[in-house]
Every structure is written in structure tokens, then in C-alpha cells.
């Protein structure tokens, strides 16, 4: 470990680690007392049936820290990993489009963390879902209208934080429109600036007029506000654009580095100075992170500063303005508000799939499984959560049991992000082959393939689905 232990504090100061597993590692340990002063959790930390209440008593005894997570509602939650999240999500919410309910639905997003003592949900997601093939945020958007996402984005502000929970507004200028998943590549919006203006940054726009206190930077390239340079790693965009064009004042909280839009061929120390010199403030490294890339990062920073590269003062102020985002929250939260009420309203019906459920007789559910992007992980999800009566067909088109031995009744095939190559239509029409009348119904945003479009998977959404199919509804 080099350089001295005051540029180390301040090093350490700005990174916002993860850890995988539910036993606080000793290098954590080590590095609250270093200056690590938040910490990010994820699914991995969650003991089930304790959730993240366990692992969260441990990191307590270690003193303050700002504990941050991934608590969105819908179909991404940590809090109620992996059994889901009890919220409708931003899509459903953004359809019932009732900014009251979005409120409702954040103050017990912020009521549920605060009781943890999760002092920053990063949250609320902000892109405007343009592409209907979005691979990573679809359902997590509140929508394809930028002032629909705005009107309740800022509601959803509001709600947290009336809790006393910091949110933190992403993916900064929009991850709606991309092709691509910056977990896995560097995705890119071709818009022109125009564009941008009146989609894109509409709602980061009203969430900064809202008072969010932090907001997320994506790892995306946007050649409209700069060709050559990933938003994380742009003072053109934090600086001059979030910064003095949008006037933001607070934190700039980086996406997780570990994405490969942030880290492929460079590393994740490289990219940590990358982005401190941008303007970044709080660094999420990822939920794998361990000792030795921690200190590697730790290190990197350092010898930054040694070289000149940084400056101290560039840590210093991110440190000011981390710390300003920990005393946003030390007021308690307050009592739940009520339940989240009927959801059916925001599903989509076609003419084929209202006729479907007028048909008399038996429904017989079955749900293809898939899997979810990163940001999702291993979370429950749709029908077969909830519901035990529900085959499960996996995509090796091998079933749990056999669809087709329970005697004549109608069909509903359950799927998620069903393009024309998904196996959920194959699946459907071997059905029909058989004389069967199937519905198929997307549980995710839809992309011009179902019959019923639930715009959401969470258990809360999933009820309302099993009662509309199988006629327990009104």
C-alpha cells in the first residue's frame, strides 16, 4: 500500500464498494477504517429467509456508513431479493400514471429502507424507454414520454425522501435509448443534441428542479455530447453539461465500474481515476469487489495525485459533497402508507387476448423461464412465483409438467422481453397444433408479440395477472 495515509483517506473517502456474500470481510473492516465511508449491497449479501437485515447488523457495529442499494421496485429489488419486490415498478406505475401512487409506492420503498438503515436507494431511473428492445431497463422505466417520466420521477423523489432516504436519479443522459446493455458492452445513443434536449434529459431536468440529491452517470457513449468519451469518464458531460448546463450541485454517483461499458480493457482502477477526474464524486466499484482490487483502486487513486494527474482538491471536493449526501439522511422515516391498490388497469389488452378471456372454461397457466439481465439478477418473478399451480417450462422446452395432460382447457403462455425468436411462441403454437386456445402474455415491455402486456413481473403485478387469466378478477 503506497502514499500517505491523508491522500489514502481521501482516496478511500470516494469509493462505494460492494462485497459478495453475507459475512462482512475483514478488508472491509480495514477499509472503514481507512476512509471507505459507504458501502453498496446486492443480492449476493441477502440470507434468505433474513434478507439484508442480517449482513446489515454486522456492517452497523462498524460505525456510520452510508449504505446505499438498488431498491427500484418491480422487477429490481434488494431489500426483497429474491422473492420480489411487493411494488408494482415504474412501468405499471408510469401506466396507471397517478403521481400520487407513485409517491405512495416510493414512501414505502424509503419507509421499508429506512427501517434497514439503508440511507440512499439509487433510484429512481429516469431513461425515457424509447427502444422497445431495450435489453436492461424496459419495465424499469416509467415510460416512452419524457414528461410522464418526468411528472413521476419527481414524484418518486419525493416519496423517498420524505423518508428520510436519499435517491439518486439514473442513468445519466438516458440509458432508454440503446440496443445494448453496458454490463456487458459500451452502448451507444446516436441521437442529436435536439433530441436529447426534449427527450433524454427532460426528466433529469425536473428531478434536479425536484432537489435530488445525487445523480448516477452511465457508462454509455454519447456523441452528441461527447464523441470520443463514455459519459463516466467526460468532464464535457458531468462538468459541463450535468453540471453548468443542468445546474446540478450534488453527488455524482457512478454506475458500477465493473460494467464492462465502464472497465473492459482498462480495469477498474484506471477507470476509478478516469472518473474522479471527470467529476465523478462517489464510486460504486461492484458487487464482486475484494481486497485486492480494493486496494488496487485505493492505490491507482494515489499515485494519481503523486504524479499530478488528480489533484487532492478534486478528492476533497468529492468528499464535501459525499458528505453532504450523508446528512440528508438522518431524519427517521415515517409510518408505511397504504397498499398499492388494483394494478390490472395498466395492462394492455389486444382484441385477441380480451376474446381469450371471454371464453369459458378452465385457464391453465404456463410460464416460460428466462433469464434476467444483471440489474435484475435471480429475483422471483411472474405467475410461478406466486402461484404453485403454474408449469413451468424451461427453455430447453422441457416442462416441470406436462402442459398439455391437464385436460381440455384454454392456455395462457407467460414470458418476458418475447421478441420472434423467443421460446414462448414456439411454445404457444405447439399449443394451438394441439386444438388449445392460448393467450401469450408479456410480463415485460412490450415488443408487438403478445396478447396481454402485465408491464411488470413483481409478485404485487403477478396477482393481478393469475386473477385476470383465471377469472378471480371483480
Given amino acids: 500500500m503506497r502514499g500517505s495515509p491523508e491522500v489514502r483517506r481521501l482516496a478511500a473517502g470516494t469509493l462505494m464498494p460492494g462485497f459478495a456474500g453475507t459475512t462482512v470481510p475483514d478488508w472491509v473492516r480495514r477499509a472503514r477504517d481507512e476512509g471507505v465511508g459507504s458501502l453498496a449491497l446486492y443480492g449476493s449479501n441477502v440470507t434468505d429467509p433474513g434478507g439484508l437485515a442480517p449482513v446489515l447488523g454486522r456492517l452497523r457495529e462498524l460505525g456510520p456508513l452510508l449504505l446505499a442499494t438498488d431498491e427500484e421496485g418491480g422487477d429490481v429489488t434488494r431489500v426483497h431479493y429474491p422473492h420480489g419486490s411487493?411494488?408494482?415498478?415504474?412501468?405499471?406505475?408510469?401506466?396507471?400514471?397517478?403521481p400520487a401512487r407513485t409517491y405512495d409506492s416510493a414512501r414505502r420503498i424509503g419507509t421499508a429502507a429506512a427501517s434497514l438503515g439503508i440511507s440512499l436507494v439509487l433510484g429512481p431511473v429516469l431513461d425515457v424507454n424509447s427502444a422497445a428492445d431495450n435489453p436492461v431497463i424496459g419495465v424499469r422505466s416509467f415510460g416512452a414520454d419524457p414528461e410522464?417520466?418526468?411528472?413521476?420521477?419527481?414524484?418518486?423523489?419525493?416519496?423517498?425522501?420524505?423518508?428520510?432516504?436519499?435517491?439518486?436519479?439514473?442513468?445519466?443522459?438516458?440509458?432508454?435509448?440503446?440496443?445494448?446493455?453496458?454490463?456487458?458492452?459500451?452502448?451507444?445513443?446516436?441521437?442529436?443534441?435536439?433530441?436529447l434536449e426534449r427527450r433524454e434529459l427532460v426528466p433529469f431536468r425536473a428531478a434536479i428542479t425536484a432537489g435530488v440529491p445525487a445523480v448516477m452517470?452511465?457508462?454509455?457513449?454519447?456523441?452528441?455530447?461527447d464523441p470520443d468519451t463514455v459519459v463516466t469518464f467526460s468532464s464535457r458531460v458531468i462538468e459541463e453539461q450535468l453540471r453548468g448546463g443542468l445546474g446540478f450541485t450534488g453527488t455524482v454517483v457512478t454506475d458500477a465500474l465493473d460494467?464492462?461499458?465502464?472497465?473492459?480493457?482498462?480495469?477498474?482502477?484506471?477507470?476509478?481515476?478516469?472518473?474522479?477526474?471527470?467529476?465523478?464524486?462517489?464510486?460504486?466499484?461492484?458487487?464482486?469487489?475484494?481486497?485486492?482490487?480494493?486496494?488496487?483502486?485505493?492505490?491507482?487513486?494515489?499515485?494519481?495525485?503523486?504524479?499530478?494527474?488528480?489533484?487532492?482538491g478534486r478528492l476533497e471536493q468529492a468528499l464535501d459533497r459525499i458528505g453532504r449526501l450523508s446528512s440528508l439522511t438522518s431524519e427517521p422515516g415515517p409510518?408505511?402508507?397504504?397498499?398499492?391498490?388494483?394494478?390490472?388497469?395498466?395492462?394492455?389488452?389486444?382484441?385477441?387476448?380480451?376474446?381469450?378471456?371471454?371464453l369459458p372454461g378452465p385457464a391453465l397457466l404456463v410460464q416460460v423461464e428466462s433469464a434476467a439481465n444483471e440489474a435484475v439478477g435471480r429475483v422471483g418473478w411472474g405467475p410461478a412465483n406466486i402461484e404453485p399451480s403454474v408449469v413451468v417450462v424451461h427453455p430447453d422446452g422441457k416442462a416441470s409438467a406436462d402442459p398439455l395432460g391437464a385436460g381440455p382447457c384454454k392456455v395462457a403462455v407467460i414470458g418476458r422481453a418475447i421478441d420472434g425468436r423467443h421460446p414462448a411462441l414456439d411454445?404457444?403454437?405447439?399449443?394451438?397444433?394441439?386444438?388449445?386456445?392460448?393467450?401469450?402474455?408479456?410480463?415485460?415491455?412490450?415488443?408487438?408479440?403478445?396478447d396481454i402486456t402485465s408491464f411488470g413481473s413483481s409478485p404485487v403485478v403477478a396477482a393481478a395477472l393469475v386473477a385476470l387469466l383465471t377469472g378471480r378478477s371483480g
Wanted: hydrophobic share 45%.
Fill in 259 to 312: 460494467m464492462v461499458g465502464a472497465s473492459d480493457g482498462i480495469g477498474i482502477p484506471a477507470a476509478a481515476v478516469r472518473a474522479l477526474a471527470a467529476g465523478c464524486d462517489l464510486l460504486c466499484l461492484g458487487s464482486r469487489t475484494d481486497e485486492e482490487q480494493y486496494d488496487a483502486v485505493v492505490d491507482a487513486i494515489v499515485d494519481a495525485v503523486t504524479s499530478g494527474r488528480l489533484s487532492a
Fill in 148 to 195: 410522464l417520466v418526468a411528472r413521476h420521477g419527481t414524484a418518486w423523489i419525493r416519496g423517498v425522501q420524505s423518508t428520510g432516504v436519499a435517491s439518486c436519479a439514473k442513468h445519466f443522459p438516458g440509458h432508454g435509448a440503446t440496443h445494448t446493455d453496458s454490463h456487458l458492452t459500451v452502448p451507444v445513443v446516436t441521437a442529436e443534441r435536439a433530441v
Fill in 217 to 225: 452517470s452511465s457508462h454509455l457513449l454519447v456523441p452528441a455530447l
Fill in 335 to 358: 409510518e408505511p402508507v397504504g397498499p398499492v391498490g388494483d394494478v390490472t388497469e395498466a395492462f394492455e389488452l389486444t382484441a385477441s387476448g380480451r376474446a381469450w378471456l371471454d
Fill in 86 to 98: 411487493p411494488e408494482p415498478g415504474n412501468a405499471v406505475l408510469g401506466r396507471l400514471d397517478d
Fill in 427 to 450: 411454445l404457444a403454437a405447439r399449443l394451438r397444433a394441439n386444438d388449445r386456445e392460448v393467450v401469450v402474455v408479456e410480463c415485460g415491455w412490450p415488443r408487438g408479440t403478445a
